[in-house]
């Protein structure tokens, strides 16, 4: 399955990692929306609807984890498959972004063809 036509919400406050993600998934067919930080993301969610959430741990404003529990907590968009994001390898924050209600856990710097398969799965 390609992402062809699927909205992906694509939220870090790094611009060179949102820069690569949005082109990997863009060349996959996908339509990239961008936020900066949790509370960003949260908003647009319920905006836009996204097929897929790629959502950072660690941002300024809003975190990863605070932005999840605000997305599970709307009935608009508590279905919406997330994707945590982060560059630690600690078992511990795998398993509190999975509680907090994430899908998956993808490690950076992570391959675009090993998020390709994270959406792919989430899907």
Known sequence: MELKGKIILVVEDNKTINRQLTLI????????IQAKDGLEAVGKAQNDKPDVILMD?????????TAIKS?????STKEIPVIMLTGSKNSDDRDQCL???????????????KVVEAIKDVL
Do not use: E, I
């Not at 997305?71 to 009935?75: E, G, H, I, M, Q």
């Not at 509680?99 to 063809?113: I, L, R």
């Open 71 to 75: 997305l599970r907590a709307d009935p």
């Open 99 to 113: 509680a907090y209600g994430a899908n998956s856990y993808v490690t950076k710097p992570a391959p675009g063809q």
């Open 25 to 32: 998934l863009s060349k996959h067919g996908a339509l990239v």
């Open 57 to 65: 741990l660690l941002m300024p404003v809003m975190d990863g984890l």
